[in-house]
């Protein structure tokens, strides 16, 4: 099993970013592909973006493809995810999850085995 713990969320304006990370520790992190999620309230949870486990390829929700970047450095056992221009409908809590599977698109919660407890984002008008 591996432990997953978010930093970086926050307040920001409309337009603005905020970097996400996303530390690990337990089973081998860097062996397993990754993701981001996030959740509205009185929404289910979606998929934001996902990483092999090398880093070599990476792949958006259309909803932020162009705006945000999600990235690794395996030798920290960390992901992050840049969020830039940012918008009011990217307010959520923020979930980083490890996969259970080496490479490969996953798109759904139930591909994903281990989770972190979630950070506030909330982005103002």
């Known amino acids: 099993q591996v432990q997953l713990v978010e930093s970086g969320g926050g307040l920001v304006q409309a337009g603005g970013s905020l970097r996400l990370s996303c530390a690990a520790s337990?089973?081998?992190?860097?062996?397993?592909?990754a993701g981001w999620f996030r959740q509205a309230p009185g929404k289910e949870r979606e998929f934001v973006a996902g990483i092999s486990w090398s880093g070599g390829s990476t792949y958006y929700a259309d909803s932020v493809k162009g705006r945000f970047t999600i990235s690794r450095d395996n030798a920290k056992n960390t992901v992050y995810l840049q969020m830039n221009s940012l918008k009011p409908e990217d307010t959520a809590v923020y979930y980083c999850a490890s996969s259970w599977y080496y490479s490969g698109t996953y798109y759904s919660t139930q591909d994903f085995g281990s989770w972190g407890q979630g950070t506030q984002v909330t982005v103002s008008s």
């Open positions: 337990g089973r081998t992190f860097s062996s397993y592909a």
